[in-house]
C-alpha cells in the first residue's frame, strides 16, 4: 500500500527564509507527484506537477524535484513571504484497479512571519 | 476559463437523511475524481471516471454512496441515510486526459447533526 509522508507536520519562519519542504513516499510505482497548497477553509492549488520520467520542475520561487528511486520529493521554496503562508500537500498518482489516482500526505502547514 | 465548480459549497443534514453533492469539471476534461478530506483521515480518494464510467468504485466508504457522470460532464456524489461519520468536506477535481495534472474544486463541506 503506497504511503506518503510529510515531515514535519508544521513550519514557522521568518520571511525571507529559503525553505525545503520533504515528502516521501513508498513505492516508486508512481506516474507523477503533484504539491498542492491549501489556505484554510478552501480547496486545493495545483503548485507543481513532476511527470515520473522527470527530475525537476520549477515556477516562479518554487522547485521541485523527484527521484523515484529513493522515493523522496522536495519542494524549495525561495525568499519565503507571509502570502506563503498556507498547508502544502505533496501526492503521488497512481493507478490501482483500473483507477487512476492520488495518494496524498497529511500536509505541512507553513507560517511565515513578517 | 472556469474552473472546477462545487455544490452546494456547505450542506447541513440530519442523520439518516440524502444528500447529493454536484461537480462540474472544467470543459473538456475527460477525468473526474472525488476526494474526502475529514480531520482524522487526511485526504481519501473515493472514486474515478474516465468519460462516464468507474472502473472501480471499492474506494467508496460503504455502499450508502454512490456516485455518476453523464455526458462526460457533470457528477453527482450521493450519500444515502447520512451518519455523522460522513461529516467532511468532499473535493471533486477533473484533469485533461489520463495521468495528467488534476485541478481541484473549492469543495463541499458537508455537515451531519
Known amino acids: 500500500k503506497q504511503e506518503v509522508t510529510q515531515i514535519p507536520a508544521a ?18 510505482a508512481i506516474y507523477n507527484l503533484q504539491w498542492f497548497r491549501q ?8 503548485l507543481l506537477l513532476i511527470q515520473s520520467s522527470q527530475r525537476e520542475q520549477t515556477s516562479g520561487r518554487l522547485n521541485a524535484s523527484l527521484d523515484k528511486s529513493s522515493g523522496r520529493s522536495t519542494l524549495y521554496i525561495a525568499a519565503s513571504q507571509p502570502g506563503d503562508s498556507a498547508t502544502y500537500l505533496c501526492a503521488v498518482g497512481l493507478t490501482q484497479g483500473g483507477s487512476e489516482k492520488l495518494v496524498f500526505g497529511k500536509g505541512m502547514k507553513l507560517t511565515v512571519n513578517p | ?60 466508504p460503504s455502499d450508502r454512496f454512490s ?13 444515502q441515510r447520512t451518519q455523522q461519520e460522513d461529516s467532511a468536506v468532499y473535493l471533486c477535481a477533473s484533469s485533461p486526459n489520463t495521468y495528467n495534472e ?11 447533526l
Request: hydrophobic letters at 30%; one cysteine or more; glycine letters at 14%.
Open chain 2, 102 to 112: 488534476q485541478f481541484f474544486g473549492p469543495g463541499t463541506r458537508l455537515t451531519v
Open chain 1, 39 to 46: 489556505d484554510p477553509g478552501k480547496g486545493l492549488t495545483s
Open chain 2, 1 to 60: 476559463g472556469a474552473g472546477v465548480s462545487q455544490s452546494p459549497s456547505n450542506k447541513v443534514t440530519e442523520k439518516g437523511k440524502d444528500v447529493e453533492l454536484r461537480c462540474d469539471p472544467i470543459s473538456g476534461h475527460t477525468a473526474l475524481y472525488w476526494y474526502r478530506q475529514s480531520l482524522g483521515q487526511g485526504l481519501e480518494f473515493l472514486i474515478y471516471f474516465q468519460g462516464n464510467s468507474a472502473p472501480d468504485k471499492s474506494g467508496l
Open chain 1, 11 to 28: 513550519l514557522s519562519v521568518p520571511e525571507g527564509e529559503n525553505l525545503v519542504l520533504n515528502c516521501s513516499f513508498t513505492d516508486s
Open chain 2, 67 to 79: 456516485a455518476e457522470r453523464t455526458g462526460g460532464s457533470v457528477s453527482t456524489l450521493t450519500i
